[in-house]
């Protein structure tokens, strides 16, 4: 069962896109702007809408951290922001000053990509913001983009039909006629599938065209082979163009938006429909699945986003391995913890978590002390990583499965406060959050827009001792 929970109606032209991050939505407009909306209440964050585009904004994308979201624009731009305080870090200017279509980041953050009207494909180095390397597709306006699993590759989709695949050098690898009439959105699951033949481990990709179409694929990735790409289905339903898909995080349902106003929400096992979403009054433009949580948004161009929320227990978002509570972590299977590998971007560990019989139990209990002794990960930087993920999963099991009391979140960020401190209006607020908001020298109160009369920040000792005995009953009867 899916049900519409909420709609947002802030835009005052057409609704071009729609992002989750792990606590924020994002969406963009003909209007020029970009609106961030907690999960929580689907309140928009202070600092939202984002201005700076002078034109339509086509585009928007978090990167995997949620810190950081890209947005693009007709004016040939693609500005990059700080989404813990709508700072903006960075404007990156298509070189042929094109309108840009599509931004997407890969699963490190190491690349930007940003594609345009005039067929040019741009790789942006994020640490330093600059250009990194160009290319051009042969055909049309570059629509659609989307990354490999493991970020060596990316594909792109042209007005004129064709997926085109690159590596990280820009190289042209594969080109595919997909849509005699042309792409206009394509997306990969981050799950991996075996073929059941050769143990090979295929990503799907599922591509939407003008053609009324959304076509599954089967991509096979291996650095000594490239790229190989089969066709996998069909997916019918709509009687309309098919303007934007989207994998659910465990790569078991797929949603589309159409011209016919609908929103169909595939099994991508079967390629049965699920379920049919009527309720948007013109075209369907974007929908996507959150990351951490069973919702569902789509925007369209009677300017408005519709949250959905959807039952865990139908067959396709079942084994969503964000979705589970704390209590089915602890029971998955050692294949279930190589799923998780899988989406958080460790694949490279799988073999060494199922040789160490690691299943969601040991997951849980995993510390510094057993990455290092126990599994012999030597890279300090690994370790951190695979910890923080850790960390992130238990975070996520305790958010989605509770309400967090109000006054436990940060006004800024809208997420759990780690390091609370008090300014000085009084209010409560997540230490670095707060300090960038100082840093871009507003002196000026996040909460009630007056002056701060200081800017020195006091611990809140008090509210962090609250929030850990919160969190300790949380992770006690969770």
Same mark, same amino acid.
């Given at each position: 069962?899916?049900?519409?929970?909420?709609?947002?109606?802030?835009?005052?032209?057409?609704?071009?896109?729609?992002?989750?991050?792990?606590?924020?939505?994002?969406?963009?407009?003909?209007?020029?702007?970009?609106?961030?909306?907690?999960?929580?209440?689907?309140?928009?964050?202070?600092?939202?809408?984002?201005?700076?585009?002078?034109?339509?904004?086509?585009?928007?994308?978090?990167?995997?951290?949620?810190?950081?979201?890209?947005?693009?624009?007709?004016?040939?731009?693609?500005?990059?922001?700080?989404?813990?305080?709508?700072?903006?870090?960075?404007?990156?200017?298509?070189?042929?000053?094109?309108?840009?279509?599509? $931004?997407?980041?890969?699963?490190?953050?190491?690349?930007?990509?940003?594609?345009?009207?005039?067929?040019?494909?741009?790789?942006?180095?994020?640490?330093?913001? /600059?250009?990194?390397?160009?290319?051009?597709?042969?055909?049309?306006?570059?629509?659609?983009?989307?990354?490999?699993?493991?970020?060596?590759?990316?594909?792109?989709?042209?007005?004129?039909?064709?997926?085109?695949?690159?590596?990280?050098?820009?190289?042209?690898?594969?080109?595919?006629?997909?849509?005699?009439?042309?792409?206009?959105?394509?997306?990969?699951?981050?799950?991996?599938?075996?073929?059941?033949?050769?143990?090979?481990?295929?990503?799907?990709?599922?591509?939407?065209?003008?053609?009324?179409?959304?076509?599954?694929?089967?991509?096979?990735?291996?650095?000594?082979?490239?790229?190989?790409?089969?066709?996998? $289905?069909?997916?019918?339903?709509?009687?309309?163009?098919?303007?934007?898909?989207?994998?659910?995080?465990?790569?078991?349902?797929?949603?589309?938006? +159409?011209?016919?106003?609908?929103?169909?929400?595939?099994?991508?096992?079967?390629?049965?429909?699920?379920?049919?979403?009527?309720?948007?009054?013109?075209?369907?433009?974007?929908?996507?699945?959150?990351?951490?949580?069973?919702?569902?948004?789509?925007?369209?161009?009677?300017?408005?986003?519709?949250?959905?929320?959807?039952?865990?227990?139908?067959?396709?978002?079942?084994?969503?391995?964000?979705? @589970?509570?704390?209590?089915?972590?602890?029971?998955?299977?050692?294949?279930?913890?190589?799923?998780?590998?899988?989406?958080?971007?460790?694949?490279?560990?799988?073999?060494?978590?199922?040789?160490?019989?690691?299943?969601?139990?040991?997951?849980?209990?995993?510390?510094? @002390?057993?990455?290092?002794? @126990?599994?012999?990960?030597? +890279?300090?930087?690994?370790?951190?990583?695979?910890?923080?993920?850790?960390?992130?999963?238990?975070?996520?099991?305790?958010?989605?499965?509770?309400?967090?009391?109000?006054?436990?979140?940060?006004?800024?960020?809208?997420?759990?406060?780690?390091?609370?401190?008090?300014?000085?209006?009084?209010?409560?607020?997540?230490?670095?959050?707060?300090?960038?908001?100082?840093?871009?020298?507003?002196?000026?109160?996040?909460?009630?827009?007056?002056?701060?009369?200081?800017?020195?920040?006091?611990?809140?000792?008090?509210?962090?001792?609250?929030?850990?005995?919160?969190?300790?009953?949380?992770? /006690?009867?969770?």
């Amino acid at each position: 069962m899916t049900t519409l929970i909420h709609t947002l109606a802030d835009h005052s032209d057409d609704v071009n896109y729609c992002a989750f991050s792990s606590s924020c939505l994002a969406t963009c407009s003909l209007d020029k702007t970009i609106r961030v909306y907690s999960l929580n209440n689907f309140t928009e964050l202070p600092y939202s809408p984002l201005k700076g585009h002078t034109y339509a904004v086509h585009c928007c994308c978090f990167s995997p951290s949620g810190h950081v979201l890209a947005s693009c624009s007709t004016d040939g731009t693609t500005m990059v922001w700080d989404t813990r305080n709508g700072r903006m870090l960075a404007v990156l200017e298509q070189p042929s000053g094109s309108p840009v279509r599509v $931004c997407r980041f890969s699963p490190e953050s190491t690349y930007l990509v940003s594609g345009a009207a005039d067929g040019s494909v741009v790789l942006w180095n994020m640490q330093s913001l /600059k250009l990194y390397r160009s290319g051009n597709v042969k055909d049309g306006s570059l629509v659609a983009c989307a990354f490999s699993p493991n970020g060596n590759f990316f594909v792109t989709g042209s007005s004129c039909g064709d997926l085109t695949f690159w590596d990280d050098k820009m190289r042209c690898l594969y080109n595919e006629k997909a849509h005699d009439l042309g792409v206009t959105c394509c997306d990969i699951s981050s799950q991996p599938i075996s073929d059941g033949e050769h143990g090979f481990r295929y990503f799907q990709m599922a591509s939407s065209g003008q053609d009324n179409q959304i076509k599954l694929w089967l991509i096979l990735f291996a650095d000594f082979l490239g790229v190989e790409l089969k066709y996998k $289905c069909t997916l019918n339903g709509h009687s309309a163009p098919v303007l934007a898909c989207a994998f659910s995080y465990d790569g078991q349902m797929l949603v589309s938006g +159409s011209v016919d106003k609908c929103v169909i929400i595939y099994e991508t096992s079967t390629g049965n429909t699920l379920h049919t979403l009527s309720q948007h009054t013109r075209y369907v433009t974007t929908c996507a699945f959150a990351p951490y949580s069973p919702l569902l948004a789509t925007g369209s161009m009677d300017k408005t986003v519709n949250i959905w929320q959807f039952d865990l227990k139908q067959p396709c978002a079942g084994n969503t391995v964000e979705n @589970e509570s704390k209590v089915a972590v602890e029971v998955w299977s050692e294949d279930d913890v190589s799923a998780w590998l899988c989406a958080q971007d460790l694949a490279d560990f799988v073999g060494l978590f199922k040789m160490n019989n690691i299943d969601g139990k040991e997951l849980l209990n995993l510390t510094k @002390e057993s990455l290092t002794n @126990e599994l012999k990960i030597e +890279s300090l930087g690994l370790r951190s990583k695979v910890l923080q993920k850790i960390e992130d999963l238990r975070m996520t099991m305790i958010s989605v499965s509770v309400t967090i009391p109000d006054e436990f979140l940060c006004p800024i960020t809208r997420e759990l406060m780690k390091d609370p401190v008090i300014a000085a209006d009084g209010y409560s607020y997540e230490k670095e959050a707060m300090e960038n908001w100082i840093s871009t020298r507003r002196r000026s109160s996040p909460m009630t827009n007056l002056p701060l009369p200081s800017l020195m920040l006091t611990p809140n000792r008090t509210l962090k001792m609250a929030i850990n005995r919160w969190l300790e009953t949380q992770q /006690k009867y969770s």
